[in-house]
């Protein structure tokens, strides 16, 4: 069976991962419309600020909640909707305050920690907070019992363990005791310098307040006296996550195309997941360049020959010169390909080829999805 | 007249800033242009900004560090770590390598990150601003004539050249705060920065592309290069030899006569193979066309194309294919 429909048809959770600009939003979303129009009530989470995903489901913008894309659409791309289909684009930011306004004691302190400059600042600017919350958002989706099927896309990610470890990473950030250490004594000391702290901290405090001002040192004062009592919370919540990821609802499509970098990557990527207990649905195989005929094609003195010959044996060079063109392409993609296979077993694959029209609005995810159900 | 002239106005300023999203092959083109750069006799540095350091793989030489160091004639390289940076920075303005180990520790750094966004940035654009000086952070003199920098992808390119002119939350206060005005002062120099964009002929390449060159230009007020254009399918296939291969029984009996001159037997089956080659070729490259000229429209400044290189992967010799090419249309601009 095809393994995206096989997933599609029992999974409630599809994460869609890969190296960027392979086209982990397009296969997101077709794989959504596609569920969508054959019952399922899904919803599509996009990471990608761009205004792609919106557009090709003909809407206008997405927000941080669903947004129902109407029948009509669907009927005007000539598509049968017998389910429902609900697009997201996930706001890091408002996520994060979501989850402080959760975990936060009281109401007050809460609105002290969003209110906080060093808080504003991490979910800008600490890497593996977008990918954190957009495992929070699909946390809270799922937990709300609305969708059959929810699918999502993953940050184009540096590398794989951003996203895998992301959760840890946030959570070890702010218990860090290397950060205690050094800001502990300042807290405590309600902001002035502490007599009892260590000499390297004093001086580690010295030049932090030079560099970033003694504002910003307050600002982390305040913020991490807030966040007392509510790391419990946090790590509860960072454990569920990765329980439900790991859980039989959830499933992992990794998305590469042929050439060197992204196979390498997708590579890597499903044998992570297999290291964190993570279910491989299915690997996308896109853009692959055509293979027409046998390729057998004509020796360089043929070549030479025909090149120099009549109008038409010219035409037949210049044909066969671009065949030969294609014809080093599809071997450099064989072998990325087969170093893959050794890997991911091949049945495990789905192949999209180069298409000759963009996935710019429904009728082209069809087209997509057409490719990825096959 | 000399003959070189555009190529030297195209490598014109000592700084030259390569910007692009992610995978639409930056770092190739930071490579070619140095290739160019050194054949007209100058000494260049390519700098990558935290990366994986993909550069000196092209020149088949070693992986770089914190310094430059040689990779093929005229052409250096380094790697410019944002913890090295930081670690670099606190070490000569601080004497601070006695906690150095903590100082580098990933929470450290990333507690710095949250602290003062953008200081990492700054701390980076210093070390290219130390290159133009011809010295580095600890004395040491450098001679580079030309500076090329392989920018960090599109999403963080604009914090990272807009981190020193304060339009971020970055730092405010400060010897930092007095550093960003030399850093300001050297990127909107003309005669001392120029920015060029990198781009592919696809839709969202483009329109990322075209944002690019514009916050570069109204937002960040540095001067505008040149926009390169990659992977376009070269034209392999004249119009002519196109029409032989479609339905036209005659004109497939003409190309199957040329074989069977020199001893190259061809069946409908071969034949087929090669329209349906020549007719993908075509539709790719009416669809390149197509967002070329979306980025024509978009932006100002003049546009490089660069083809899709049908070979066994991306070093040396590809890089030399290309550094052509620029000359070449460096002639015609």
Redo the contacts between chains.
Sequence with gaps: MNPIAEITGHKEIIVCAGAGGVGKTTTAAAIAVRAAAEGKKTAVVTIDPARRLASSLGLKELSNEPTLVSKRKFAAAGLDLKGELHALMLDTKSTFDEVVLRYAPTEQQARRIIANRFYRNISGTLSGTQEYMAMEKLYELHAGGAYDLIVIDTPPTRNALDFLDAPRRLTDFLESRVLRWFLLPYVKAGGGFMRFANVAAVAFLRVVKRIVGGSVLDDTAEFFANLDGMYDGFKARARDVAALLQSEAASFVVITSPAEESVLEATYFASRLNEAHLAFGALVVNRVHPRFGDGSGATPRQQARLASGDEAARRLAQLLDNEASFMRIVRLEDKNLKALARKVPRHRWVHVPYLEREAVDLDGLAVIAAHLFA | MNPDMSVDELLNPRIHIVCG????GKTTVSAALALVAARHGRKVCVVEVDR?GSLPKLFGAKSPSYEPSELSPGVWGLNVLQEDALAEY?NVQ?H?Q??SR?LT?S??V????????G?KDILVLGKIWYLEQDRSADGKHYDFDTIIVDAP?A?HMIAFLSAPMGLS?A??????RRQSDWLVEMLQDTARTVAHVVAMA???PV??TIATSEALHDRLHIAQGAAFVNGLYPK???A??ER??EDDSE?RD??I???A????TLDD??L???A???R??S??RK?QARHLRALRKGIDQPILNLPFL????IALPEIEMLADDIEQQALEL
């Design positions: 999203k992610g995978g639409v994986k606190l601080y601070m006695r906690i903590v520790s929470h450290f990333d507690y710095i990150t949250i602290a003062a966004p200081l992808a999403g939350d730092v405010q206060v400060g010897p930092i696809e839709e969202m329109a990322e392999i296939v004249g002519s030899a032989a291969v004109a003409g190309l006569r040329a074989g001159l020199v001893n190259l089956g071969d087929d193979a090669l349906d080659y020549a993908f070729l539709s790719r669809i049908f070979s066994s992967g």
